[in-house]
């Protein structure tokens, strides 16, 4: 089974850890962020707007303004982040006339959704976060971020 991120989870998640970097989680403009991740600056601004309805962002306006954290990064889980854009991971349904064979398979593939459910509410911004800083540490304290 290979699972992928689609462009709109992917670049999410990577303005969300982006945003999790700044010091003091303070705002970030969308063009700041899109040239640190190498994002085309207008799709990352329409993401920017989904993940604030759902409340996982704030934007301030003015010229120190920008996006920020609108929840501390371990309140942030990868699964909201997915979520917040639209991002669905669906099993596999049988059909009602399905032989027994489709049906057992039918309710492994919703054992496993349920599995991965869980796995991707479980992972936070913070983890994330670390796991960057890892990164970081171990390429010396020069390397930027890019996730």
Do not use: C
Not at 46 to 54: C, N, V, Y
Not at 60 to 81: C, D, E, F, M, V
Not at 129 to 146: H, L, T
Request: proline share 5%.
């Amino acid at each position: 089974m290979k699972l992928k991120l689609t462009t709109r989870g992917h670049y999410s998640v990577k303005a969300l850890l982006d945003l999790s970097l700044q010091p003091n989680f303070g705002p970030a403009s969308v063009n700041a962020i899109a040239t640190r991740q190498t994002l085309p600056a207008p799709y990352l601004e329409k993401l920017l707007i989904d993940l604030r309805r759902a409340g996982l962002v704030r934007s301030t306006r003015g010229p120190q303004g920008g996006y920020q954290l609108a929840k501390n990064p371990s309140q942030i889980s990868l699964g909201a982040i997915l979520e917040a854009v639209g991002e669905s991971i669906e099993p596999w349904v049988a059909e009602p006339d399905a032989q027994a064979e489709d049906w057992v398979t039918a309710n492994l593939w919703q054992r496993l959704h349920q599995k991965l459910q869980e796995a991707l509410h479980s992972i936070s911004l913070e983890d994330l976060y670390f796991d960057a800083r890892s990164w970081q540490a171990a390429q010396g304290s020069e390397a930027s971020f890019v996730v």
